[in-house]
Nanobody, 129 residues
Framework: VQLVEAGGGLVQAGGSLRVSCTAS????????MGWFRQAPGKEREGVSS????????YYADYVKGRFTISRDNAKNTVYLQMNSLKPEDTAMYYC???????????????????????WGQGTQVTVSS
């Protein structure tokens, strides 16, 4: 299994970025996908997760209303559109995959890193003030 993120970069506060993650080696539509981030000196935190077909989505409070997660199962790709970026959004962003055999409920319990078995290498997002 391989997850490859792309699209990170440097942006000014208030700007937008879209990061993507393309998966291979797994049956993509059998996996819940998640985005996580980790800033230097801080613990990893869950950002967003999305159900198998994209009908249910979870957002952490600190990104709700600014970030949008989506997926294209035909392309084995999950996206995170990030708008109104803030300096505190600066972090390495990771996508991850979790095989889930029961109903996805959009809550923090379904965006815990320990439950995700496959991870990408990360893409850096830096927001300047």
């Amino acid at each position: 299994v391989q997850l490859v993120e792309a699209g990170g970069g440097l942006v000014q506060a208030g700007g937008s970025l879209r990061v993507s993650c393309t998966a291979s080696g797994l049956t993509f539509d059998e996996y819940v996908m998640g985005w996580f981030r980790q800033a230097p000196g801080k613990e990893r935190e869950g950002v967003s997760s999305i159900s198998w077909r994209g009908g249910s989505r979870y957002y952490a409070d600190y990104v709700k209303g600014r970030f949008t997660i989506s997926r294209d199962n035909a392309k084995n790709t999950v996206y995170l559109q990030m708008n109104s970026l803030k300096p505190e959004d600066t972090a390495m962003y990771y996508c991850a995959a979790r095989r889930l055999s029961f109903k996805f409920i959009p809550s923090a319990d379904y965006c815990r890193g320990d439950d995700f078995g496959f991870w990408g290498q990360g893409t850096q997002v830096t927001v300047s003030s």
